[in-house]
């Protein structure tokens, strides 16, 4: 299994306008809770509001080109989540998930700025199952001495 995993815009905060973030993003929220809201019985009630927009690309994962795409779905809106980040908690988290044991990958340069242009956080995750990928392939055909 290659690389899989996401990227989300997380926003939390109290009386949160569901209706009005997601018109203003243009963005469908992927899952909204709101305060008090019970989960489930181990997870029980939200603390506050919660609104999550997530980013899934087709095919190889790739955590920089997935956030940049999130990122880039945000940049017409700074003024508007720099406004709200006033009253809430906003950040991006990434996903990663892997068989193998070694995960790695770079951010760009052109998502570090757009995170900073956002003034927004950003949390990463990686899931390892710490499996050995064989790089060795066996040759057919005749030996050389």
């Known amino acids: 299994m290659s690389n899989s995993g996401y990227c989300s815009l997380i926003i ?10 997601e018109e203003t993003l243009k963005i469908e929220a992927s899952e909204k809770r709101k305060k008090g809201e019970i989960v489930n019985r ?32 945000l940049m017409d809106n700074e003024m508007f989540l720099s406004n709200l980040s006033q009253k809430a ?28 242009r956002l003034g927004i956080g950003l949390e990463i995750f990686v899931f390892s199952w710490g499996g ?8 057919k055909g005749k030996k050389k001495c």
Request: glycine share 6%; proline share 1%.
């Open 89 to 116: 908690n906003i950040f991006v988290e990434c996903y990663v998930q892997s068989d193998y044991a070694q995960v790695d990958y770079m951010l760009s340069a052109e998502a570090i700025n757009k995170i900073a």
């Open 42 to 73: 181990v997870i029980g009630a939200v603390q506050n509001d919660f609104l999550r927009f997530d980013e899934k690309t087709g095919g190889k994962y790739n955590p920089d080109k997935t956030l940049v795409s999130l990122l880039d779905k």
């Open 12 to 21: 939390t905060g109290d009386n949160l306008d569901f209706s009005l973030i």
């Open 132 to 139: 050995v990928k064989d790089k060795k392939k066996k040759k």
